[in-house]
């Protein structure tokens, strides 16, 4: 099912019959449990930035008695900088559109009856209205995403974009990737067979796609696969970890002349404990509402088989921020377990979350992701959205992350 570029008219936008239901997940739990589309903080800069300090080494005094004063100590402070970037859409619907409630398209059924009736249920009326409420969503999950996988990119002038920093690549210090990189591979079109000399994997190993030429050959970078091994030279690549033919990667459009790929290791608890150690040894975890674990779908039930299943941890739930999620205590407290669909297969991370924040660029007398007519040239209503927001993510090393574990749910 795809979407229309420009204007939505009754040619290319049917309405039907019944009750209507979203394919695509609207969560953006991030986002929702650090102040949301309308909550966090404001900046009158592209630009915004906030400080860190340290306080020095903890030691027992040996001050004499009266000694004259000791020298005088002052601390020092690190700047810290992120920037907004745009996020602009356009919602355009025709008069003609927004007045024909009572067209609908048919059916799809072989019936002779079964064809379009006016007085039905229009679910999206008025349809300009409901395009509107759609295209924010879809902004709350562009945010989302960056706010996890943005890249940070600050351009010299207005001809590029800017793109706010994402949480995962803010964190430096805390970072441990138990990946191994594979060397450059082939893959033949005919057979469905990848070569890489000596590659030393075997049956049932999982690796990540790091990248592929030429893309459209049926093989997704970020995707996680099953190894099939066939000798020391080549192997498949299969979605089923029993190694069943139906599961075999199907090069679709020609041969494959590059491809690099990542060994990935299935996580422990040791793993993961020795990560959050390493962010409460820097001051990370502190608070126990908001010390967190976020990650995607499988490493979420590698978490409850190391923790609850067999480490016996006790499970409990409560609200962050709004959003529902697990918690278990642990060595190192009480800890969320947060589901996100957007972090990389292979990732987990922990993450402080008092320390993250939304941070909007008001515009002078609209505020932050506003909706306002634009270019009125026809019988239309056209209306734009427009918002500035970026990620302040406070002390970098009060997060910490993990990469190079299995994507998909396997365990030994």
Same mark, same amino acid.
């Given at each position: 099912?795809?979407?229309i570029? %420009? ?7 049917l309405?039907?019959h ?13 986002l929702?449990s650090? $102040?949301t589309?309308?909550? $966090?903080?404001?900046?009158d ?5 906030w ?6 080494s ?8 009266g000694?004259?004063?000791?020298t ?26 927004m ?18 009736l006016s $007085?039905a249920?229009?679910a ?31 351009p ?9 920093r994402g ?9 441990v990737?138990?990946?191994?990189a594979?060397t450059?591979g ?11 000399t ?5 049956? %049932? ?8 030429t ?10 996680v696969?099953?190894?099939e ?6 192997f ?7 190694g ?6 199907d090069?679709?459009t ?7 790929y990542?060994?990935l290791?299935?996580p ?11 962010v ?7 608070? %126990? ?6 990650c ?8 409850t ?14 609200t962050?921020?709004?959003v ?9 407290g ?15 991370a922990?993450l ?10 008001n ?11 634009? %270019?009125?040239?026809?019988?239309a209503?056209?209306?734009q959205i ?8 406070g002390v ?7 990469? $190079? ?8």
């Amino acid at each position: 099912m795809a979407g229309i570029t %420009g204007m939505s008219d009754i040619t290319d936008l049917l309405n039907m019959h019944g009750a209507l239901y979203g394919l695509t997940p609207e969560d953006t739990p991030l986002l929702s449990s650090i $102040g949301t589309l309308t909550g $966090g903080k404001s900046t009158d800069a592209t630009i915004f930035g906030w400080q860190t300090y340290d306080l020095r080494s903890a030691t027992q005094p040996a001050r004499v008695e009266g000694a004259a004063a000791p020298t005088a100590e002052a601390r020092t402070r690190s700047f810290v900088f992120n920037i907004v970037q745009i996020h602009h859409e356009t919602i355009e619907t025709s008069y003609t559109k927004m007045a024909a409630t009572g067209e609908f398209a048919t059916t799809g059924s072989a019936h002779a009856g079964s064809v379009g009736l006016s $007085g039905a249920v229009n679910a999206t009326n008025p349809e300009h209205d409901w395009q509107t409420t759609q295209m924010l969503k879809q902004i709350a999950r562009d945010v989302e995403y960056s706010f996890v996988n943005g890249t940070f990119t600050q351009p010299a002038d207005s001809a590029s974009a800017r793109k706010t920093r994402g949480i995962l690549e803010a964190i430096t210090t805390n970072t441990v990737d138990y990946g191994t990189a594979g060397t450059n591979g082939t893959a033949a079109f005919s057979t469905d067979i990848f070569t890489d000399t000596a590659h030393g994997l075997v049956t %049932g190993d999982q690796v990540i796609i790091d990248s592929v030429t030429p893309a459209t050959s049926g093989v997704v970078a970020g995707e996680v696969y099953y190894i099939e091994k066939i000798n020391t030279s080549t192997f498949y690549l299969s979605t089923s970890r029993t190694g069943a033919t139906a599961g075999r990667v199907d090069i679709t459009t020609a041969n494959i002349t590059d491809f690099d790929y990542t060994l990935l290791v299935e996580p422990t608890d040791t793993i993961i404990l020795d990560l959050m150690q390493d962010v409460w040894d820097s001051g990370g975890i502190q608070e %126990g509402d908001t010390r967190t674990l976020m990650c995607n779908s499988a490493l979420k039930r590698y978490l409850t088989k190391l923790f609850i299943s067999d480490f016996g941890f006790l499970q409990t739930e409560r609200t962050v921020g709004g959003v529902r999620v697990e918690s278990f205590i642990s060595d190192f407290g009480n800890v969320n377990v947060m589901l996100n669909r957007f972090f990389p297969l292979e990732t987990l991370a922990v993450l402080s979350l008092e320390q993250l924040a939304p941070v909007h660029l008001n515009i002078p007398g609209k505020g932050f992701l506003f909706k306002e007519p634009i %270019g009125k040239a026809g019988s239309a209503e056209k209306d734009q959205i427009y918002g500035e927001v970026g990620l302040e993510y406070g002390v970098e090393k009060a997060h910490g992350k993990v990469e $190079g574990l299995h994507g998909r749910y396997n365990p030994s």
